[in-house]
């Protein structure tokens, strides 16, 4: 293969095509350097500064009610992890339904990674990786992969699994066999058949779900973002300091909008447009993987003798050409077989990361020769499946609980069909996988294609009176496109935009100190980046 060789850390995460949207829980590849902390960066001049995180214990704890005051009033009872490595494990409990406080209740699970020494300590950092369905925790608990030393030295990094996810009473719809099926089937039917019984896997979905109810009836991002209020509540800080990916934004903005007078330091990374209807996010998402793949096959091209042809068009007809003929016909892997889904996700997996590009040509390189061992192997990361065939947690059915919660729409499998032409302008190679993606809450409670969303309207402005919030947007970001990142600083009454121009899927950590020292220098010190800095 033409490019140089990197070992890749794949921590969590990956994309989901349900609710009309293919949000993603965040990818993290690196090479070996990556594997230490990074050294300390000099804080930029300060241009302006953002609210102290630091804790005011005398309010605190004081909760939005007074029926709300015993959640507000708890602490966390931090005990070392089973896994030890200095991490702390607690729980948090929250109502199951805000509108009544005095009902049933949830356990939500927690985890600190602590600073190693108080002296710098600025206080506590939440963090959310994305999904909707990530664990929160995992993500804390791998933070030196993650955040770079001056945060690590700053801050208790302090992650959750959000209600119905990972470890905190996780929504429970499918099981084993029924999850491969779903990640197995074509994506794209391309007759009665199919489309048949991709209505059936949905239908099937959307009951599982059902018959998990109530809880499934609330596990909305705005209902999490409550959470995070208690969370921030019980961890003693009187404002919020935060760091999201992915839809971490959404759940980062939903925060804000409902308690901007708690807004401390928050950073939006790899932003969402709130007010985008769910058509129109999955057609975004379309033309930003079709841009990731165009970018991923340019590189090839251009490091010379690259195994999808000799020129930028010839390589996306290959690739195009290989995801029809394993339509046509599965590679078989072992006793399992890499087919249309399973073919899919593994493309579209490593193109979250410039970093991982070396494993896609291994992988595919080898898919081409009639091995589907390594693609098979990013779907199955990509669905958290194990080896012995179980899945490590509920991602794949919680990211589709919450997105078909928060924006019902859908339409039926064979109506899907008609949108195909109009996604396929924007992603010739995978616009019909994400017309077909637009059925995915079609058996969901509620659903329909009069439903809405509760998002914000277009132009509406929101986090009103809110410290500045800082949205980092990179410019060739498959999963969450630039313009979102753009979209949603400009919704934000106080948003602050920093551009990464690059490739793949969030901006921080990504190798470029312009981003790094400015994420950094908001977070520690408070200096607000200037908006529309460019990096």
């Not at 992915?246 to 447009?273: H, M, N, Q, W």
């Not at 129109?280 to 590189?299: P, S």
């Not at 969901?444 to 009069?450: E, K, N, Q, V």
Request: aromatic share 8%; charged share 25%.
């Amino acid at each position: 293969m033409p490019r140089n060789r990197v070992i890749a850390l794949i921590v969590i995460g990956f994309v989901v095509v349900v609710g009309g949207a293919l949000l993603v829980i965040g990818l993290l590849l690196g090479d070996e350097t990556d594997l230490e902390r990074q050294q300390d960066v000099d804080s930029a001049p300060a241009a302006s500064e953002s609210a102290s995180p630091t804790t005011a214990p005398d309010d605190a704890t004081e909760a939005p009610s007074p029926a709300l005051q015993p959640f507000y009033s708890q602490q966390v009872a931090w005990e070392d992890c089973e896994s030890g490595q200095g991490l702390e494990c607690g729980t948090l409990t929250v109502p199951l339904d805000y509108e009544e406080p005095d009902g049933e209740t949830l356990d939500l699970a927690v985890l600190r990674n602590p600073v190693d020494s108080d002296a710098d300590r600025v206080g506590s950092l939440v963090v959310n990786p994305g999904g909707p369905g990530a664990p929160g925790t995992q993500y804390a608990a791998v933070a030196q992969f993650v955040f770079r030393a001056p945060l690590l030295d700053a801050f208790d990094v302090v992650g959750f699994d959000p209600r119905g996810t990972g470890a905190s009473d996780p929504v429970d719809c499918l099981d084993d066999e029924q999850l491969d099926a779903l990640f197995a089937a074509d994506p794209a039917p391309d007759d009665r058949t199919e489309r048949q019984e991709l209505t059936g896997l949905y239908d099937e979905l959307g009951a599982g779900c059902e018959a998990d109810a109530p809880l499934t009836e609330h596990v909305s991002t705005r209902e999490a973002a409550q959470d995070v209020d208690v969370l921030r509540a019980a961890l003693g800080e009187s404002r919020l300091t935060y760091f999201g990916a992915s839809y971490g934004t959404k759940l980062g903005a939903t925060y804000a909008d409902a308690f901007p007078d708690r807004v401390g330091r928050l950073v939006l990374d790899g932003g969402i447009d709130v007010s985008l209807p769910s058509r129109e996010v999955t057609l975004g998402q379309a033309g930003g993987f079709e841009t990731a793949l165009t970018a991923y096959v340019t590189d090839c091209v251009d490091g010379g003798d690259c195994y999808l042809g000799d020129d930028v068009d010839a390589g996306l007809r290959t690739v195009a050409g290989f995801l029809a003929d394993v339509d046509e016909q599965p590679l078989a892997v072992g006793d399992r077989e890499l087919t249309a889904g399973t073919a899919f996700y593994g493309l579209a997996t490593p193109l979250y990361a410039e970093q991982s590009w070396p494993q896609l040509d291994d992988a595919l390189g080898a898919a081409l020769d009639g091995d589907g061992t390594g693609l098979l192997a990013f779907a199955d990361t990509y669905a958290s499946r194990q080896p012995d065939g179980s899945y490590a947690d509920n991602s794949g059915e919680a990211i589709y609980a919450v997105n078909c919660l928060d924006d019902p729409y859908a339409v039926t499998v064979d109506e899907a069909a008609g949108e195909v032409g109009d996604f396929e302008r924007v992603s010739p190679t995978f616009g019909e996988v994400f017309a077909y993606s637009l059925a995915a809450c079609e058996g969901f409670p509620g659903s329909g294609p009069d439903a809405t969303g509760s998002g914000p309207e277009p132009g509406e402005t929101i986090a009103e009176g809110a410290e500045p919030i800082v949205v980092v947007g990179t410019t060739r970001d498959p999963a969450t496109p630039y313009e979102w990142s753009v979209a949603l600083a400009d919704q934000l009454d106080s948003g602050v935009l920093v551009s990464r121009d690059g490739d793949g899927h969030t901006g921080y950590n990504q190798g470029n100190t312009c981003v790094d020292e400015a994420v950094e220098s908001y977070l520690i010190e408070g200096t607000v980046p200037d908006d529309g800095l460019e990096c």
